[in-house]
């Protein structure tokens, strides 16, 4: 069964370094996402992406924040100046079309900001 | 905006009896509610889901009920297995919209 893939599985940076959590989504899927959960609480959106553009962001999702699908494969989230309350677990998610309703979720990258 | 409120935020249950766990949603348009089992450091599993044309849903132990009209959706376990010990996330979403998640559940099943 296709999967949503992530890397790196664990991703350890110092405060205000720039970070970037790869995704590849399932191969034929239209819409992709990004959440994020830090440790203990509920998973949290942060940005919705179909047909190249940003379909909508969360007030989480601040200047700092881009995302990108640069060779039609894979889906990127750049964190440009890490913070300290940037450290969780980030999930990508995809699915099929508007009217699937299953979102399939990667493994997670945990970022780690020292 | 949209919300969801999820109760209890634990849960302590004995081997082989039932556990129920209630979520509440503010967004009247959503259309999709899925229910999701995570263990510690995985991505969140689907474990059940439902449609908001369909009351109830059924899967082996598991069922799911929803209540338009009140806003509520429920997640039903029956005779409860050590295994079932996770965390559970209930969420809501319209159309291809963003999944707004629950706070969370943290079953533990009792031996």
């Known amino acids: 069964e296709p999967e949503v893939t992530q890397t790196p599985s664990h991703q350890v940076t110092q405060m205000g370094q720039e970070v970037i959590l790869r995704c590849v989504p399932i191969s034929n899927h239209l819409y992709f996402y990004w959440y994020r959960q830090i440790l203990g609480q509920k998973v949290e959106f942060l940005v919705s992406f179909y047909n190249n553009e940003i379909s909508e962001k969360s007030e989480i999702f601040d200047d700092q924040f881009s995302v990108e699908r640069p060779d039609g494969s894979n889906f990127t989230l750049k964190i440009r100046s890490t913070k300290l309350e940037d450290s969780a677990m980030y999930f990508c998610?995809?699915?099929?079309?508007?009217?699937?309703?299953?979102?399939?979720f990667g493994p997670g990258t945990r970022l780690t900001v020292t | 905006g949209e919300n969801v409120e999820q109760h209890p935020s634990t849960l302590s249950v004995q081997e082989g009896d039932s556990a129920v766990i209630k979520c509440t949603y503010s967004d009247s348009a959503s259309n999709y509610f899925p229910w999701y089992k995570q263990e510690l450091g995985k991505r969140p599993q689907l474990i059940i889901d439902i449609r908001s044309n369909v009351g109830e849903k059924k899967d082996q132990r598991i069922a799911v009920t929803l209540n338009k009209t009140a806003k509520h959706f429920s997640l039903h376990i029956t005779e409860t297995q050590p295994e079932d010990s996770a965390v559970y996330f209930c969420a809501a979403r319209w159309g291809a919209q963003k999944l707004v998640f629950g706070q969370g559940t943290r079953l533990t099943i009792n031996p």
């Open positions: 998610a995809s699915i099929l079309m508007s009217d699937y309703y299953e979102q399939y």
